[in-house]
């Protein structure tokens, strides 16, 4: 089966072979306030994030409030408003960073779409949505699809669900659904493992607290990572106590940027930065005394110190047994042409 190594995003590619695509999730954490809400996402592209994603829904359309008034209450504090979605994607296109949103319901999906937002992101707890996965996937733009609490019976379901309608345009996100998660929850090979089974590029959806996780996994092929962001940890509502603050998420942005450099292209060869300490640091065959013209070479003649410029140490059972040509010193190096 071939790789589907990579998707477009607006104008950034996506999967093997190009940067991490790095998403500030504002989430709720715009508190209901139009004017925070711009506040994150001013935040988003001084850190120098990719993009930042909100979340799209209906308190009504996502839990019962019968069952869940608790959290539908919380939901319906926290609903975006449906009108202030223009104007934020316009706000982020103006000032370089892509807007994203999480759908929650069919009428969520419409709304996007007709504000042509780029790609759909998926919650984790709509994996099992496969009617909202349909819906999603009918309007044929990437998906990018968390797998929090996910099974892999369940996530192959769900992208059989997504290629069903045509839509091959899908990332996978690894996820841990606890908030905050815990170091040894993050299981990190889990993306090492979701990409080889099904095929498509594979980030990580992170909750944990730090950045220790997330540059792990940039280690480890994440071609996305999805970290919350606050403009303040100690505000009230649910998301903002794991969040990152502004200078924490820039200093991640950054420690990614330079990590990837790190990675390299995976090819074992000497750097140019490394040819005057390989010099310095290896070893050549010197002579360990005054040796005459004509006089045959035998291994007590010889020492094998630094510096690496003249035959190396490899050749010396080519060197014992020929003559000097000239005259050697004692700590001079034997070349090929003295001997």
């Known amino acids: 089966m071939k790789l589907k190594k990579k998707i477009k995003v607006a104008d950034k590619w996506i999967g093997d072979g190009y940067p991490c695509f790095i998403i500030a999730e504002a989430g709720a954490n715009h508190d209901g306030k139009l004017s925070q809400a711009k506040k994150l996402i001013d935040i ?30 919380t939901l319906k504090k926290y609903e975006l408003e449906p009108k202030w979605h223009i104007e934020l994607k316009r706000y982020a296109e ?6 994203l949103s999480t759908a929650f319901d069919e009428g969520s999906v419409d709304l996007l779409n007709k504000i ?22 009918s309007k044929h733009k990437p998906m990018i699809v968390s797998t929090g609490g996910a099974n892999l019976r369940e996530i192959r379901e769900a992208i059989k669900t997504i290629k069903a309608q045509k839509n091959e345009e899908i ?9 905050p998660a815990k170091i040894e929850d993050a299981n990190i090979r ?29 280690t480890l092929s994440a071609c996305i990572i999805e970290k919350h962001l606050t403009v303040n940890r100690s505000l009230p509502g649910p998301d903002h106590p794991f969040a990152m603050e ?9 420690e990614i940027r330079l990590l990837e450099k790190s990675l390299g292209d995976g090819i074992k060869c000497r750097k140019e930065n490394e040819e005057s300490e390989v010099k310095v640091g290896r070893r050549s065959i010197v002579a360990a ?22 035959i190396p140490p490899k050749y010396l059972d080519s060197v014992i047994g020929r003559k000097a040509k000239i005259n050697i010193k004692i700590d001079e190096l034997i070349t090929w042409d003295k001997i």
């Open 171 to 179: 990332v996978l996100m690894h996820c841990v659904s606890s908030y």
């Open 190 to 218: 889990a993306i090492g493992t979701m990409n080889r089974l099904f095929n498509l590029p594979t980030g990580y959806s992170d909750h944990s607290l730090g950045t220790l996780v997330p540059l792990t996994a940039v």
């Open 116 to 137: 042509d937002i780029p790609a759909f992101k998926v919650a984790s707890g709509d994996l099992t949505h496969l009617p909202l996965l349909r819906y999603i996937a």
């Open 44 to 73: 988003a592209k001084e850190s120098g994030a990719d993009a930042v994603k909100f979340q799209t829904f209906k308190a009504e359309k996502l839990a019962s409030k019968k069952e869940v008034h608790k959290m539908f209450e």
């Open 289 to 310: 005394c005054n040796i005459a013209k004509g006089k045959k070479m035998i291994k007590k003649m010889i020492k094998i110190v630094r510096p690496g410029t003249g």
């Open 246 to 254: 502004p200078n924490e998420f820039q200093k991640m942005v950054k």
């Open 94 to 99: 103006k000032l370089g960073i892509i807007f």
